[in-house]
């Protein structure tokens, strides 16, 4: 039988996974990075540290399974999306930490661009609103304080790419220096409509086009590796998505109105709105699904900043758990918020506000709350965000959806689940596996290496979900949803 060996690079940790070509998951193994915060604000990985990650989980999982080395078939990547990283030419090194999608340090030069009236303009090209979440304005902050850096990528001794183009260069040994349209057209740099990087955008961000990646169909075969000598032969990598379509794709989202939501450190709500480009003009995203055939699939998105690192920050920074899990209960052990709600603005707001100085805030204590009503008002305030989104894209596009799918660690959380649907008043269909992301890489590499021969077998495998469906009255459920929105007022 044929395996697919799969990496899946998020904000937090670089898992390596093995998929059989139905899907099924044979087993994972996954490595923590460190997160840099050099200023309050600042968010930076080291690039490095990822790709030494990334043959560390790939080793300890094939050497938990030696007889299925020679059984892989390609190797497939999913990625943080817009966290960019500038590197050496020639040794493949970082020559800076790479620049998370959570950083805000492009905020001033984005505020300049709105402030001289390039919303629409750049709207139109790359689908997306200014704000510093995408990487443009990252590297021309990077460019402009870092001068050296700047020079290297304009002389061509330097390139810039996205987590999944850095992992492919180092991993081909700098042999394929290419990335794939769903990471490419989150950078702030790509014209979506005719699908190539857009030279009007380049020079306005001061970014040498000659520097960045080739774009593939995310079924293309991106070259070859052995990783480094752990495999004793060389494999193609194929399937490489950025991770909200990767899971998109995992989810068989291949119809105009289908939509789903990732629960990871952010989270993306993609709905497919079909093989024709449109725009919001209510500060939703337009963002390429896949490429397929030669063929573009587009969605609306709307991007939420904070959900898993809500949670995370719960534990971390409050002390009011001490694992995720516990959420469920404390959650379910009051019978409504209490009047407490929670608006974790914690980097800004994005769609629909794009509020990049928001911060968050946590209204309506009274003497009779407790850390049960903050941990319940936390996950509402993911449901909340979700519902605005969705309600908005939904009528936008005219695809009133029948239900929402939905993945990520978040899903495990029974009491969240009936609670989405709950406040999004649509029927939530939760993934059994919570690595979807991966899955949908692995699935792409599935077409690509024609085990598959087209979305509609794809779309024929087995899929584990269980459903949850709205129990909450309607008059409670907008209630609640409204005193959301006036804490969402507040803070701006």
């Not at 604000?41 to 030494?52: F, K, S």
């Not at 001289?116 to 303009?121: Q, T, V």
């Not at 909200?244 to 952010?266: H, I, L, N, Y």
């Not at 129990?471 to 929105?485: H, L």
Request: glycine share 8%; charged share 20%.
């Amino acid at each position: 039988m044929p395996y697919i060996l799969s990496i899946d690079q998020s904000t937090s940790t670089t898992k390596a996974l093995i998929f059989t070509p139905e899907g099924q998951l044979v087993d994972k193994e996954a490595v923590d990075h460190r997160q840099y915060y050099p200023q309050p604000g600042w968010v930076e990985h080291d690039a490095d540290e990822i790709y030494r990650n990334t043959l560390v989980a790939c080793r300890a999982l094939l050497e938990r399974h030696p007889p299925l080395e020679q059984d892989l078939i390609c190797l497939s990547i999913s990625n943080q999306r817009e966290t960019i990283v500038v590197f050496d030419r020639k040794s493949g090194r970082p020559l800076y930490h790479a620049i998370v999608w959570q950083c805000r340090r492009g905020a001033p030069i984005c505020s300049e661009l709105i402030k001289a009236n390039y919303s629409d303009r750049i709207q139109k090209i790359s689908g997306l609103r200014i704000d510093t979440y995408f990487p443009a304005s990252k590297l021309k902050w990077l460019f402009t304080h870092h001068p050296e850096i700047r020079g290297k990528v304009h002389n061509g001794t330097a390139l810039i790419g996205t987590i999944d183009a850095y992992l492919i260069y180092r991993l081909t040994r700098g042999r394929t220096h290419a990335t794939d349209h769903t990471n490419a057209c989150r950078t702030l740099l790509y014209d979506i409509g005719k699908l190539e990087w857009s030279n009007d955008l380049c020079s306005l961000f001061d970014v040498a086009r000659s520097a960045l990646p080739a774009p593939y169909e995310s079924s293309a075969r991106f070259g070859e590796t052995d990783l480094e000598g752990l495999l004793q032969r060389e494999i193609p990598i194929c399937g490489v998505m950025g991770d909200s379509q990767a899971a998109m794709f995992a989810e068989r989202c291949f119809d105009p109105g289908e939509g789903k939501v990732t629960f990871g450190t952010g989270s993306s709500v993609l709905v497919n709105i079909g093989e024709r480009l449109r725009f919001s003009e209510k500060g939703i995203v337009s963002t390429i699904g896949w490429v397929y055939g030669g063929k573009p699939t587009y969605a609306f998105e709307g991007i939420i900043n904070f959900t898993g690192a809500v949670v995370s920050w719960l534990k971390d920074q409050l002390k009011l758990i001490e694992t995720a899990q516990e959420t469920e209960a404390l959650a379910s052990a009051v019978p409504d918020n209490g009047g407490v709600y929670l608006v974790p603005a914690f980097v800004g707001l994005s769609a629909p506000y794009w509020a990049p100085e928001a911060k968050g805030a946590i209204v309506g204590l009274t003497p009779a709350s407790d850390k049960r009503h903050v941990v319940r008002a936390a996950l509402e305030s993911v449901a909340y965000q979700v519902r605005e989104l969705l309600d908005l894209m939904t009528a936008e596009a005219g695809m009133p959806l029948q239900f929402v799918r939905a993945d990520g660690g978040m899903v495990r959380n029974r009491f969240f689940m009936q609670l989405l649907a709950d406040l999004t008043r649509v029927p939530v269909r939760a993934a059994a596996l919570p690595d979807l992301s991966a899955l949908g890489a692995a699935l792409a590499g599935a077409l690509g290496m024609g085990i598959r021969d087209s979305l509609a077998a794809l779309k024929g495998l087995p899929h584990d979900f269980e459903d949850y469906h709205p129990a909450m009255d309607q008059q409670t459920a907008d209630r609640n949803y409204a005193g959301w929105k006036s804490a969402v007022q507040r803070v701006l």
